[in-house]
């Protein structure tokens, strides 16, 4: 009986906003009104099968990601998967050596590049029914080691070492597998949002404990006064026995950094998230030698733009947890060189989540960690936030604070119609009568920006 | 008499692309096959002066810049250039740390903003009938200071630093302007691109030695052996007292750098340029560490995508040569702070130039570096390519190796009309009868990477 190989036939692809500025939702000092938003990539193909991606956003730029993801479709409309999934680092290097492209550097290049590789690893999955977890725990090490572009990370973690990583974990892999199909990555929360009162950070604190949740973040950075009372307060309310995070969201510089978190060593902190620029390394061996000797380590990763940056971060020992983010680097392909490159140097991979539907991509990442790579889950926090769960089809769940592994194949992130066809921008219904001042670029907010 | 407010009353953006790559100009080993590019702006006042300034692509992707450009015109249409002119760092935060946009980090982002910004520098310098370069010369120290953002640098300059390196030169400042006017920043230019035989190199240098340039570049990365020939090939046809550079266009990893470069110690080379990858930083440390005793320094910065990586390649003395681009980083703002970093180091500053225009922008950067930041032209290159000169209505002119002062109020960036209709990107004569492969991120050219 002929194959028939599946072919992508044609791309769509969707702006959608969520107006969650309307109850100030995720903001920190520089993000003061976001609109949570997407854009989608769907890849229809000749077999049914819908390949299916997303770059979370915060409104405003949506569409200039869009624009990118609709010109790189060009490259990947009418090719086979079988041609993907047999040397996904081909399809890569198309991206992002794409000999002119490239020119447009990191940022929505490589995030609208990575939309292309995940969808096409969602497809894959799919196509062998597996969870995208289960199917990178259950590719070869060199298989693996095939799929990372080498060029600007092998000074530091070698093609041999990262698959001599992957076979040390090859004998536990089944004893992992089954360990974590019952009980998925550990998750933490934010309970400290600027601009909830202490009691509305205490009732969630509460809430959270009820659904066995013992980590907590909280967001800093504006009034050193006020963040240090906010940080007792949620210290008190957790116990000395709970994890406690911060993060500063880049707000500061680095003698302001020094100044803030000098006075935040009396509360046990875990880690300081984003104290300084996303892409400022020497700035973070600076505060990591300065804080030596602290209870809390640093940890960024959200916003850093490229392995390179990550490399940087982690051979200088200058962050001692490593918050890739799902959808920043280019895809699935970028994201196992950053793990590699952790577990090499033993830094626990702390995801990003939140947003709309980075959670549900972000426990693929979990249990690869957990299972194929560091292999453990004695030191991974996974971040979790329950906004817009009501937006997918396959809403993450969390039970006794972790993660619940999740069984749908690929990664899990259909969209619900109906939240599509309300929150395309800007004809859905949500925006259609909604002031032209909270469109695009025009959306602004009061400067209020200064250092205290 | 009332003064009627210079108002921006509407916005054009042009996406032009010349088939440079019909003759393999410009290309080097990541860029194969460039089609030169610009992405223009045009401001229209109610005062009949046009602000105008371009991006550099290198052909698919331009369409990612307009996009960009044309939702941050949304900040500017209506604005006066009376606000603008009085605090420039007011618009420069409103794009670089809009609430929602900056989620979208450098790259397509920052290049856009720079767009904005720097058609801003235009129309202002055009309101007050001087060439940019005396536009930027005759800012007060405190002033140049307030028009940048010092939040992730200051750890490096202070605002005091800066203003005291501007003061310091303001009692030389009229004698090195009038010894500027008559001859502006020195020059060099690329002899050896990849693909050109000895006898077309030795054209080219010949050429170029009756107009007086005693400095040349070589493009190298590819075949070692190759490059020490030419190396070799090109320091014979210039003689020992002539400068020569050479470019791998971060083609190398670290190891790969290496070992290239070890072979380059004889030939008595003035820089290395983006051995590795641009961001870094400390591959960039470890290579100056271990090429301390060479004769050669290191050079980047033409994709450097931020003032923080500068700060960091500065404060290391990585590199000993800071190449800045004028449409990479958030415009006149963002290179402000660069030089000054960059002299408060005595790093000299040797632009970027070529592509379409670039040249046209840099030789105001150096002039302002060479009289009123360094305040000399001892160790400065401004590169000169002298492609597409064509294009625009002031040409930059080379005399005696040096650039002739460009007189010229702005930028002087104004595009032969004729030309921009016929390379309009798709609907120019240059493009409507192109085959469809040529057109967009569709426009691939058969993958040959390999490392040697």
Request: contains cysteine.
């Amino acid at each position: 009986m002929m194959h028939q190989p599946i072919t992508i036939t044609s791309a769509e692809i969707i702006d959608i906003r969520v107006p969650t500025s309307d109850q100030r939702l995720g903001s920190d000092p520089f993000h003061k009104q976001p609109d949570y938003s997407s854009a989608v990539l769907h890849l229809e193909t000749n077999a049914g099968l819908r390949g299916v991606s997303v770059v979370f956003t915060v409104g405003a730029g949506t569409d200039w990601i869009c624009h990118g993801i609709r010109d790189l479709c060009q490259l990947i409309v009418g090719t086979s998967l079988d041609d993907f999934a047999t040397a996904p680092i081909k399809l890569y290097r198309r991206l992002i050596d794409h000999h002119q492209l490239r020119w447009l550097h990191d940022g929505v290049f490589r995030m609208a590049s990575g939309a292309i590789v995940n969808a096409m690893f969602d497809l894959w999955a799919k196509s062998v029914d597996k969870p995208l977890w289960k199917l990178l725990i259950d590719l070869e090490p060199e298989f693996v080691a095939d799929c990372i572009d080498w060029r600007n990370i092998s000074d530091v973690l070698t093609r041999e070492e990262a698959i001599a990583i992957l076979q040390e974990r090859q004998s536990s892999l089944q004893q992992r597998e089954s360990e974590m199909s019952t009980r998925g990555p550990k998750a933490y929360c934010t309970a400290g949002w600027l601009g909830l009162s202490d009691d509305e950070i205490l009732a969630t604190i509460r809430k959270l404990q009820a659904h066995g949740f013992d980590s907590f973040k909280l967001k800093v950075g504006r009034d050193s006064e006020e963040d240090v009372q906010r940080i007792r307060f949620m210290r008190d309310a957790i116990g000395s026995e709970c994890k406690l995070m911060v993060d500063a969201n880049q707000y500061w510089g680095l003698a302001d950094a020094k100044r803030h978190i000098e006075r935040y060593r009396p509360f046990g902190l875990t880690w300081i998230e984003e104290p300084i620029a996303r892409d400022d390394v020497l700035g973070y061996i600076e505060l990591a030698a300065a804080f030596a000797d602290a209870d809390f380590g640093f940890a960024c990763g959200e916003q850093a733009a490229s392995p390179v940056i990550f490399k940087q971060l982690l051979q200088s020992r200058a962050i001692q947890y490593c918050q890739i983010d799902a959808v920043r680097v280019a895809g699935v392909n970028d994201v196992m060189a950053i793990v590699l490159m952790a577990a090499k140097y033993g830094v626990p991979v702390c995801p990003h989540g939140g947003g709309i539907a980075l959670c549900n991509m972000i426990q693929h990442y979990g249990l690869w960690d957990q299972i194929a790579v560091a292999g453990h889950s004695d030191t991974q926090l996974v971040e979790y936030i329950d906004f817009l769960q009501e937006a997918v089809e396959h809403p993450v769940e969390v039970h006794n604070g972790c993660y619940a592994t999740p069984t749908a194949p690929g990664w899990g992130l259909e969209f619900v119609p109906d939240f599509i066809q309300r929150h395309r921008f800007p004809d859905g219904d949500v925006w259609r009568t909604r002031d032209a001042t909270r469109k695009g670029a025009a959306f602004e907010v009061p400067d209020e920006t200064s250092h205290d």
